[in-house]
């Protein structure tokens, strides 16, 4: 078994998928595919007002998908391609796994 690190730690785990649990924020991502972006930006393309995106953003941050940069006034946000890919191997190892099949229970009431 792999050895855990904080990124890909069960609780880091949950608050990313948790954060991949909504519509809006995969959206964001998507369009994070692409380049990165600034707030406004974001705001623009995606028709939202800054409050409703800012809250989107601090769910992406704290599950690290996402990373900002400041520039001047501006903070710029790409993806975090390193938990993505904890993310990936994550769900990679469920791909070649074969459980063994649940034993009879002696307590047939």
Not at 16 to 42: G, N, T, W
Not at 62 to 75: C, D, T
């Amino acid at each position: 078994m792999p050895q855990t690190s904080l990124k890909s730690s069960p609780t880091f785990v949950a608050a990313s998928f948790h954060a991949l649990s909504d519509p809006l924020r995969i959206q964001i991502l998507e369009l994070l595919r692409k380049q990165e972006l600034c707030v406004c930006d974001i705001c623009d393309r995606l028709n939202v007002p800054q409050s409703k995106l800012s809250f989107h953003l601090k769910n992406l941050k704290e599950a690290s998908l996402v990373q900002g940069r400041q520039n001047g006034r501006w903070i710029y946000y790409s993806l975090n391609l390193s938990q993505l890919k904890i993310l990936e191997q994550y769900l990679a190892e469920y791909k070649n796994i074969n459980p063994f099949p649940a034993q009879l229970c002696e307590n047939n009431d």
